[in-house]
């Protein structure tokens, strides 16, 4: 079974640091992009960020770009996504999630070309 868990997720203040973690299991995504994407109440799904399993390609949201960082470490089967400098707006619902096709990076901007997806973990930024 192909399961993706999420961690790392809690309650931080303005200008906080966290760490998620997305260790997935069932099989291995090296051919896979896989992405963070979050959602706050009230709004839609939104793209955080991709990286290539295998490949190390990384593409982030603007509105995260210089804060946030996605990392691999392929023995784990795990991604990561380091999060510095929190705003308050980034308080959101955090999901992992695997890319629908082996070996492409189609619109890993969009939630509706992902496959697989975790359950998700509460990040809350307190001002």
């Known amino acids: 079974q192909v399961q993706l868990v999420e961690s790392g997720g809690g309650l931080v203040q303005t200008g906080g640091s966290l760490r998620l973690s997305c260790a997935a299991s069932?099989?291995?995504?090296?051919?896979?992009?896989m992405g963070w994407f979050r959602q706050a109440p009230g709004k839609e799904r939104e793209f955080v960020v991709a990286?290539?399993?295998?490949?190390?390609?990384?593409a982030y949201a603007d509105s995260v770009k210089g804060r946030f960082t996605i990392s691999r470490d392929n023995a784990k089967n795990t991604v990561y996504l380091q999060m510095n400098s929190l705003k308050p707006e980034d308080t959101a619902i955090y999901y992992c999630?695997?890319?629908?096709?082996?070996?492409?990076?189609?619109?890993?901007?969009?939630?509706?070309?992902?496959?697989?997806w975790g359950q998700g973990t509460q990040v809350t930024v307190s001002s």
């Open positions: 999630a695997v890319h629908r096709i082996s070996g492409s990076w189609y619109k890993v901007w969009s939630w509706n070309e992902y496959a697989y």
């Open positions: 069932g099989r291995t995504f090296s051919s896979y992009a």
């Open positions: 990286i290539s399993w295998s490949g190390g390609n990384t």
